[in-house]
Protein backbone atom coordinates (compact mmCIF):
# COMPACT_ATOMS: atom_id res chain seq x y z
CA UNK A 1 0.00 0.00 0.00
CA UNK A 2 1.27 3.44 -0.78
CA UNK A 3 1.82 5.81 1.71
CA UNK A 4 0.90 9.58 1.73
CA UNK A 5 2.63 12.46 0.56
CA UNK A 6 4.82 13.97 2.93
CA UNK A 7 4.04 17.82 1.49
CA UNK A 8 0.85 19.11 -0.15
CA UNK A 9 1.60 22.14 -2.01
CA UNK A 10 -2.59 22.31 -2.16
CA UNK A 11 -4.85 20.94 0.35
CA UNK A 12 -7.27 18.60 -0.83
CA UNK A 13 -10.86 19.65 -2.09
CA UNK A 14 -9.52 23.55 -2.86
CA UNK A 15 -11.91 25.72 -4.40
CA UNK A 16 -10.44 28.91 -5.58
CA UNK A 17 -12.22 30.83 -7.95
CA UNK A 18 -9.95 31.96 -10.23
CA UNK A 19 -12.40 32.97 -12.87
CA UNK A 20 -13.05 36.00 -10.72
CA UNK A 21 -10.17 37.76 -11.68
CA UNK A 22 -10.06 36.78 -15.56
CA UNK A 23 -10.28 40.48 -16.26
CA UNK A 24 -7.35 41.62 -14.30
CA UNK A 25 -5.42 38.44 -15.22
CA UNK A 26 -5.96 39.35 -19.41
CA UNK A 27 -5.52 43.05 -18.95
CA UNK A 28 -2.45 42.85 -16.97
CA UNK A 29 -1.06 40.31 -19.72
CA UNK A 30 -1.79 42.52 -22.51
CA UNK A 31 -0.30 45.66 -21.00
CA UNK A 32 3.19 43.50 -20.42
CA UNK A 33 3.36 42.27 -23.97
CA UNK A 34 2.50 45.77 -25.09
CA UNK A 35 5.45 46.98 -22.96
CA UNK A 36 7.86 44.66 -23.90
CA UNK A 37 7.07 44.67 -28.00
CA UNK A 38 7.96 48.28 -27.22
CA UNK A 39 10.78 47.77 -25.65
CA UNK A 40 11.81 44.69 -28.53
CA UNK A 41 11.98 48.05 -30.78
CA UNK A 42 13.36 50.49 -28.67
CA UNK A 43 16.04 49.86 -26.93
CA UNK A 44 15.85 46.05 -28.38
CA UNK A 45 17.66 43.12 -27.85
CA UNK A 46 20.99 42.86 -27.29
CA UNK A 47 22.43 40.36 -29.65
CA UNK A 48 25.09 37.95 -28.53
CA UNK A 49 28.00 37.12 -31.11
CA UNK A 50 25.85 34.57 -33.18
CA UNK A 51 23.56 36.86 -34.40
CA UNK A 52 25.59 39.79 -33.80
CA UNK A 53 29.32 38.78 -35.54
CA UNK A 54 32.65 39.74 -34.25
CA UNK A 55 34.82 38.01 -31.22
CA UNK A 56 34.64 36.19 -27.79
CA UNK A 57 37.31 36.05 -25.88
CA UNK A 58 36.93 34.05 -22.25
CA UNK A 59 39.89 34.29 -19.75
CA UNK A 60 40.48 33.50 -15.79
CA UNK A 61 43.27 35.15 -14.07
CA UNK A 62 44.92 33.80 -11.17
CA UNK A 63 43.60 36.43 -8.94
CA UNK A 64 41.01 39.22 -8.93
CA UNK A 65 41.11 40.91 -12.36
CA UNK A 66 42.69 44.25 -12.66
CA UNK A 67 40.17 45.70 -15.45
CA UNK A 68 41.69 48.80 -15.84
CA UNK A 69 45.48 46.99 -16.55
CA UNK A 70 43.53 44.96 -18.97
CA UNK A 71 42.19 47.79 -21.12
CA UNK A 72 45.59 49.58 -20.93
CA UNK A 73 47.72 46.89 -22.87
CA UNK A 74 44.38 46.10 -25.10
CA UNK A 75 44.52 49.96 -25.96
CA UNK A 76 48.33 49.35 -26.36
CA UNK A 77 47.70 46.61 -28.80
CA UNK A 78 45.23 48.89 -30.94
CA UNK A 79 42.08 47.42 -29.99
CA UNK A 80 40.40 49.63 -28.44
CA UNK A 81 36.69 48.78 -29.62
CA UNK A 82 36.76 46.19 -26.79
CA UNK A 83 33.92 45.47 -23.94
CA UNK A 84 35.29 44.02 -20.81
CA UNK A 85 32.95 42.32 -18.46
CA UNK A 86 33.64 40.55 -15.18
CA UNK A 87 31.28 36.95 -14.93
CA UNK A 88 30.56 35.29 -11.40
CA UNK A 89 33.96 34.89 -9.71
CA UNK A 90 36.41 38.30 -9.41
CA UNK A 91 38.82 36.17 -11.67
CA UNK A 92 36.73 35.89 -14.89
CA UNK A 93 36.94 38.19 -17.75
CA UNK A 94 34.62 38.05 -20.72
CA UNK A 95 36.10 40.40 -23.86
CA UNK A 96 33.89 41.48 -26.83
CA UNK A 97 34.78 42.57 -30.02
CA UNK A 98 33.89 43.64 -33.48
CA UNK A 99 34.93 41.83 -36.18
CA UNK A 100 37.98 42.48 -37.79
CA UNK A 101 37.44 44.94 -41.29
CA UNK A 102 39.36 42.64 -42.85
CA UNK A 103 36.52 39.53 -42.50
CA UNK A 104 39.08 36.90 -43.28
CA UNK A 105 39.80 33.92 -41.01
CA UNK A 106 43.68 35.55 -41.11
CA UNK A 107 42.76 38.39 -39.91
CA UNK A 108 40.32 36.78 -37.19
CA UNK A 109 42.97 34.84 -35.86
CA UNK A 110 45.42 37.61 -35.19
CA UNK A 111 43.05 39.56 -33.92
CA UNK A 112 42.73 36.57 -31.02
CA UNK A 113 46.22 36.40 -30.93
CA UNK A 114 46.83 40.04 -29.86
CA UNK A 115 43.65 39.68 -26.87
CA UNK A 116 45.37 36.89 -25.68
CA UNK A 117 49.14 38.58 -25.45
CA UNK A 118 47.25 41.52 -23.97
CA UNK A 119 45.36 39.75 -21.32
CA UNK A 120 48.84 37.39 -20.26
CA UNK A 121 50.58 41.27 -20.30
CA UNK A 122 48.42 42.10 -17.86
CA UNK A 123 47.82 39.28 -15.95
CA UNK A 124 51.04 36.32 -16.14
CA UNK A 125 49.84 32.81 -16.10
CA UNK A 126 46.06 33.89 -17.39
CA UNK A 127 43.87 31.00 -18.82
CA UNK A 128 41.72 31.34 -21.52
CA UNK A 129 38.66 29.67 -20.94
CA UNK A 130 37.29 29.89 -24.68
CA UNK A 131 38.09 32.15 -28.02
CA UNK A 132 35.28 32.35 -30.57
CA UNK A 133 34.55 33.92 -33.76
CA UNK A 134 31.22 34.30 -36.35
CA UNK A 135 31.34 36.21 -39.15
CA UNK A 136 28.53 39.11 -40.43
CA UNK A 137 27.24 36.32 -43.28
CA UNK A 138 26.74 33.54 -40.80
CA UNK A 139 25.51 35.49 -37.77
CA UNK A 140 22.36 37.12 -39.86
CA UNK A 141 21.86 33.37 -41.53
CA UNK A 142 21.71 31.82 -37.69
CA UNK A 143 19.59 34.93 -36.96
CA UNK A 144 16.72 34.20 -39.28
CA UNK A 145 17.21 30.51 -38.94
CA UNK A 146 16.63 31.22 -35.10
CA UNK A 147 13.28 33.08 -35.32
CA UNK A 148 12.45 30.61 -38.10
CA UNK A 149 12.72 28.05 -35.44
CA UNK A 150 10.18 30.09 -33.11
CA UNK A 151 7.47 30.52 -36.14
CA UNK A 152 7.24 26.75 -36.95
CA UNK A 153 7.23 25.12 -33.02
CA UNK A 154 4.36 28.15 -32.60
CA UNK A 155 2.66 26.74 -35.59
CA UNK A 156 3.21 22.98 -34.67
CA UNK A 157 1.83 23.23 -30.91
CA UNK A 158 -1.12 25.10 -32.63
CA UNK A 159 -1.80 21.93 -34.96
CA UNK A 160 -1.25 19.38 -32.16
CA UNK A 161 -3.63 21.36 -29.73
CA UNK A 162 -5.92 21.74 -32.43
CA UNK A 163 -5.90 17.78 -33.49
CA UNK A 164 -5.64 16.91 -29.94
CA UNK A 165 -8.30 18.93 -28.33
CA UNK A 166 -10.97 21.15 -30.42
CA UNK A 167 -10.16 24.59 -32.26
CA UNK A 168 -11.42 26.67 -29.25
CA UNK A 169 -8.28 25.14 -27.43
CA UNK A 170 -5.57 25.62 -29.74
CA UNK A 171 -6.77 29.32 -30.68
CA UNK A 172 -6.74 29.99 -26.88
CA UNK A 173 -3.39 28.03 -26.40
CA UNK A 174 -1.69 30.06 -29.07
CA UNK A 175 -2.42 33.38 -28.24
CA UNK A 176 -1.23 32.34 -24.49
CA UNK A 177 2.43 31.34 -25.74
CA UNK A 178 2.57 34.39 -27.90
CA UNK A 179 1.93 36.26 -24.79
CA UNK A 180 4.30 34.41 -22.91
CA UNK A 181 6.74 34.76 -25.67
CA UNK A 182 6.91 38.33 -25.97
CA UNK A 183 7.07 38.39 -21.82
CA UNK A 184 10.20 36.59 -22.32
CA UNK A 185 11.47 38.78 -24.98
CA UNK A 186 10.61 42.12 -22.71
CA UNK A 187 12.76 40.00 -19.84
CA UNK A 188 16.19 39.48 -22.44
CA UNK A 189 15.88 43.34 -23.25
CA UNK A 190 15.75 44.66 -19.46
CA UNK A 191 18.04 42.76 -18.30
CA UNK A 192 20.19 42.90 -21.34
CA UNK A 193 21.19 39.01 -21.42
CA UNK A 194 22.57 38.22 -24.74
CA UNK A 195 20.34 36.86 -27.26
CA UNK A 196 21.88 34.25 -28.86
CA UNK A 197 21.43 30.78 -30.10
CA UNK A 198 21.44 29.85 -26.07
CA UNK A 199 18.88 32.34 -25.75
CA UNK A 200 16.45 30.87 -28.79
CA UNK A 201 16.73 27.13 -27.33
CA UNK A 202 15.73 28.43 -24.14
CA UNK A 203 12.25 30.42 -25.53
CA UNK A 204 11.40 26.90 -27.37
CA UNK A 205 12.44 25.42 -24.08
CA UNK A 206 9.23 27.49 -23.05
CA UNK A 207 6.88 27.50 -25.02
CA UNK A 208 7.00 23.44 -24.70
CA UNK A 209 7.14 23.74 -21.20
CA UNK A 210 4.49 25.90 -21.01
CA UNK A 211 2.40 23.69 -23.97
CA UNK A 212 2.68 20.91 -21.60
CA UNK A 213 1.12 22.68 -18.81
CA UNK A 214 -1.46 24.08 -20.79
CA UNK A 215 -2.07 20.61 -22.10
CA UNK A 216 -2.82 19.03 -18.15
CA UNK A 217 -5.28 21.67 -17.71
CA UNK A 218 -6.91 21.31 -20.98
CA UNK A 219 -7.18 17.62 -20.28
CA UNK A 220 -8.93 18.07 -17.13
CA UNK A 221 -11.39 20.57 -18.74
CA UNK A 222 -12.78 18.23 -21.48
CA UNK A 223 -13.17 15.59 -19.22
CA UNK A 224 -15.19 17.27 -17.19
CA UNK A 225 -17.14 18.57 -19.97
CA UNK A 226 -17.76 14.81 -20.45
CA UNK A 227 -19.08 14.28 -16.93
CA UNK A 228 -21.05 17.70 -15.72
CA UNK A 229 -23.31 18.57 -18.98
CA UNK A 230 -25.17 21.18 -16.93
CA UNK A 231 -22.23 22.70 -14.69
CA UNK A 232 -21.87 26.58 -15.83
CA UNK A 233 -18.27 26.68 -17.81
CA UNK A 234 -16.88 29.36 -15.35
CA UNK A 235 -17.32 26.90 -12.36
CA UNK A 236 -16.35 24.24 -14.41
CA UNK A 237 -12.88 25.89 -15.44
CA UNK A 238 -12.41 26.90 -11.93
CA UNK A 239 -13.14 23.11 -10.92
CA UNK A 240 -10.98 21.71 -13.56
CA UNK A 241 -7.37 24.06 -12.27
CA UNK A 242 -8.01 23.32 -8.73
CA UNK A 243 -8.19 19.44 -9.22
CA UNK A 244 -5.10 20.15 -11.20
CA UNK A 245 -3.34 22.78 -9.24
CA UNK A 246 -1.54 20.32 -6.97
CA UNK A 247 0.38 18.76 -9.79
CA UNK A 248 1.18 22.06 -11.65
CA UNK A 249 2.74 23.82 -9.02
CA UNK A 250 4.49 20.83 -7.97
CA UNK A 251 6.47 20.17 -11.95
CA UNK A 252 6.91 23.99 -11.70
CA UNK A 253 8.72 24.04 -8.30
CA UNK A 254 10.79 20.99 -9.50
CA UNK A 255 11.65 22.26 -12.67
CA UNK A 256 12.73 25.91 -11.16
CA UNK A 257 14.74 24.30 -8.14
CA UNK A 258 16.47 22.47 -10.71
CA UNK A 259 17.14 25.45 -12.87
CA UNK A 260 17.90 27.84 -10.11
CA UNK A 261 21.19 26.63 -9.97
CA UNK A 262 22.43 27.21 -12.88
CA UNK A 263 21.26 30.46 -12.92
CA UNK A 264 23.39 31.39 -9.26
CA UNK A 265 26.50 29.55 -10.36
CA UNK A 266 26.09 28.25 -14.23
CA UNK A 267 28.99 31.36 -15.19
CA UNK A 268 28.32 33.22 -18.58
CA UNK A 269 27.53 30.43 -20.92
CA UNK A 270 24.62 29.23 -18.74
CA UNK A 271 23.51 31.75 -16.41
CA UNK A 272 21.42 33.47 -18.86
CA UNK A 273 19.89 30.86 -19.90
CA UNK A 274 18.63 29.62 -16.92
CA UNK A 275 17.36 33.25 -15.55
CA UNK A 276 15.25 33.08 -18.63
CA UNK A 277 14.20 29.39 -17.72
CA UNK A 278 13.20 30.22 -14.03
CA UNK A 279 11.50 33.43 -15.60
CA UNK A 280 9.51 31.20 -18.45
CA UNK A 281 8.48 28.75 -15.54
CA UNK A 282 6.56 31.36 -13.24
CA UNK A 283 5.16 33.23 -16.43
CA UNK A 284 3.91 29.78 -18.22
CA UNK A 285 2.70 28.38 -14.84
CA UNK A 286 0.47 31.53 -14.25
CA UNK A 287 -0.89 32.01 -17.66
CA UNK A 288 -1.74 28.56 -17.81
CA UNK A 289 -4.35 29.94 -14.89
CA UNK A 290 -4.98 32.86 -15.88
CA UNK A 291 -5.09 33.83 -19.65
CA UNK A 292 -5.63 30.29 -21.11
CA UNK A 293 -8.51 28.91 -18.86
CA UNK A 294 -9.67 32.67 -19.62
CA UNK A 295 -9.39 32.64 -22.83
CA UNK A 296 -10.87 29.27 -22.94
CA UNK A 297 -14.18 30.78 -20.95
CA UNK A 298 -14.69 33.22 -23.58
CA UNK A 299 -14.93 30.76 -26.66
CA UNK A 300 -18.14 29.69 -27.02
CA UNK A 301 -19.53 27.35 -24.53
CA UNK A 302 -21.95 25.38 -26.40
CA UNK A 303 -19.71 24.72 -29.09
CA UNK A 304 -17.35 22.68 -26.49
CA UNK A 305 -20.56 21.64 -24.46
CA UNK A 306 -21.86 19.76 -28.03
CA UNK A 307 -17.77 18.26 -29.16
CA UNK A 308 -17.84 16.99 -25.44
CA UNK A 309 -20.74 15.25 -25.69
CA UNK A 310 -20.11 13.75 -29.55
CA UNK A 311 -17.07 12.36 -27.88
CA UNK A 312 -18.68 10.70 -25.52
Same mark, same amino acid.
Given at each position: ?28 ? %? /????? $??? *? @????? =?? &? #? +? ?82 ? %? /????? $??? *? @????? =?? &? #? +? ?91 ? *? ?67
Amino acid at each position: MLGRPLLHLVPNGTKIHFMRGRFIGLITS %A /VLSIA $SII *L @FFHPG =LT &L #G +LDFRGGIVVEAQTQGPADFTKIRQELTQAHISAAGLQQFGANNSVLIRLDAPKENNAEATQTLITDVKQAILAAHDGTKIVRAD %A /VGASV $SSE *L @FRNGL =LA &L #G +LSLLMIMFYIWFRFEWEFAVSAIITLVLDLTKAIGFLVITRFEFDLVMVAALLTILGYSTNDKVVVYDRVRENLRKYHSMPIRELIDMSINET *LSRTLATSATVFLAALPLALFGGASLSGFAWVMLFGIVVGTSSSIFIAAPLLLFMEEGSLRRRAKKTQ
